[in-house]
T-cell receptor, first 114, second 110 residues
Framework: DAGVIQSPRHEVTEMGQEVTLRCKPISGHDYLFWYRQTMMRGLELLIYFNNNVPIDDSGMPEDRFSAKMPNASFSTLKIQPSEPRDSAVYFC????????????FGSGTRLTVV | GEDVEQSLFLSVREGDSSVINCTYT??????LYWYKQEPGAGLQLLTYIFSNMDMKQDQRLTVLLNKKDKHLSLRIADTQTGDSAIYFC??????????FGAGTTVTVRA
């Protein structure tokens, strides 16, 4: 199993541009989570899906952020327009329903907005 | 909301034991986890413990849970340079969302 795959690993973009982050969860996992990690705020849960349906998006900071999961093997997190304060590492994680084994995280996307 | 607190830094000599502490507030927590994050990488699950357990041992790792005080600790025996990383405590309950602490940066010195 290749694990949770995120792309790109690094993204540098100019303020105001649209950014799309991508995630492929582990096959068979039916929960998918998007987290943001910064020095100031630590790990923040942005949104999570169950069976491709968004369950809780209360962590999405504002309307500039949106997430989709069109099928069980793919999810995107989009920021439009991007701002310098969005600079962070964005992690995707997946897990099995009611798994006792926690989440499996991807390697993250380091986003820098200049 | 749930709060999980950890000390931010720990420095330990190679070969000594490390103890990382964590406190949580949600009394309905069912599972508690320790994750490890190495530089430039994602979080890797190290170990977990159910709330009805007091202790769990896995090779060099020992997890202790004091449910009454809502205190969780991770002990790493014979700490090695490869153990240098950030360690996150996390707790999960019925809604299946995990709440993470801020992470403890462990530095192993020779």
């Amino acid at each position: 199993d290749a694990g949770v795959i995120q792309s790109p690993r690094h993204e540098v973009t100019e303020m105001g541009q649209e950014v799309t982050l991508r995630c492929k969860p582990i096959s068979g996992h039916d929960y998918l989570f998007w987290y943001r990690q910064t020095m100031m705020r630590g790990l923040e849960l942005l949104i999570y899906f169950n069976n491709n349906v968004p369950i809780d998006d209360s962590g999405m900071p504002e309307d500039r952020f949106s997430a989709k999961m069109p099928n069980a093997s793919f999810s995107t997190l989009k920021i439009q327009p991007s701002e310098p304060r969005d600079s962070a590492v964005y992690f995707c994680a997946s897990s099995l329903d009611r798994s006792y084994y926690g989440y499996t995280f991807g390697s993250g996307t380091r986003l820098t907005v200049v | 909301g749930e709060d999980v607190e950890q000390s931010l830094f720990l420095s330990v000599r190679e070969g000594d034991s490390s103890v990382i502490n964590c406190t949580y507030t949600d009394s309905s927590s069912t599972y508690l986890y320790w994750y490890k994050q190495e530089p430039g990488a994602g979080l890797q699950l190290l170990t977990y413990i159910f709330s009805n357990m007091d202790m769990k041992q896995d090779q060099r790792l020992t997890v202790l849970l004091n449910k009454k005080d809502k205190h969780l600790s991770l002990r790493i025996a014979d700490t090695q340079t490869g153990d240098s990383a950030i360690y996150f405590c996390a707790e999960g309950g019925g809604d299946y969302k995990l709440s993470f602490g801020a992470g403890t940066t462990v530095t192993v010195r020779a």
